[in-house]
């Protein structure tokens, strides 16, 4: 049986809600240029690819200019 293009987008995204998120947030905000704040980040975020997750813990951070991705990973809670 083969898989349509829906499940194999849905295979890929549940692959990388697995990697570590340190990974997930270098990769949802690679090409940003910095400072950003944190609407901006998930802007970026999504023209990445990132998922639902990672953009609603982007939009959600304090309301400040984050001058890195360190500085974003910093301002996480702890998991």
Excluded: W, Y
């Excluded at 944190?38 to 304090?62: C, D, E, F, Q």
């Amino acid at each position: 049986m083969s898989r349509t293009p829906t499940r194999r987008r849905q295979a890929v995204a549940t692959r990388a809600d697995d990697a570590p998120l340190a990974e997930r947030l270098d990769g949802a905000l690679a090409g940003a240029v910095f400072p950003l704040e944190p609407n901006n980040l998930a802007v970026v975020a999504r023209s990445n690819g990132a998922s639902h997750k990672i953009i609603r813990m982007l939009a959600g951070l304090p309301d400040r200019a984050f001058g890195s991705v360190g500085d974003v990973r910093g301002a996480l809670p702890p998991k």
